[in-house]
């Protein structure tokens, strides 16, 4: 199974948007990522704000390049480019990060579904493999 079918499995089974998208590699970065992206679901708490699996995506970043230091600019700026880059990749692709845009709603907050949540887990996933290589 690659990682795209592991998110996918994990979104079908309940877990969330940003939990599915982590979920897919928690083989690599354990299963406790899967309790730290809980909140980040339905575009940030369900306020419908950025995409939670766009959210799950920039947390890989964090993940794979982060040494948890804070005065690590050189780091940190590398996390920064890296995590622009996936959000253009992923806009390219859907035309927005915003979970209510993506979703459809209308003012009245109305859920269109104009792009299902699976679509944007699978393509977070394969977004978060093109750059950041987490499988060599």
Do not use: H, Q
Not at 39 to 61: H, I, N, W
């Amino acid at each position: 199974m690659n990682r795209a079918e592991k998110a996918r499995k994990l979104f079908m089974s309940g877990y969330n948007c940003a939990e599915a998208v982590v979920g897919a590699y928690s083989d690599i970065f354990g299963t406790e990522i899967i309790r730290a992206a809980e909140g980040f679901g339905g575009g940030m708490g369900k306020m419908r704000l950025t995409c939670g699996a766009v959210s799950g995506m920039f947390m890989l970043a964090g993940l794979k390049y982060s040494k948890g230091e804070p005065k690590d600019i050189e780091t940190r700026t590398k996390i920064y480019e890296t995590i622009r880059e996936m959000a253009k990749r992923f806009e390219d692709k859907n035309g927005t990060i915003v979970c209510g845009e993506l979703l459809g709603l209308d003012s009245d907050g109305n859920n269109g579904k104009k792009r299902p949540c699976i679509g944007c887990v699978e393509d977070c996933v394969e977004i978060a493999a093109e750059i950041l290589n987490l499988d060599e």
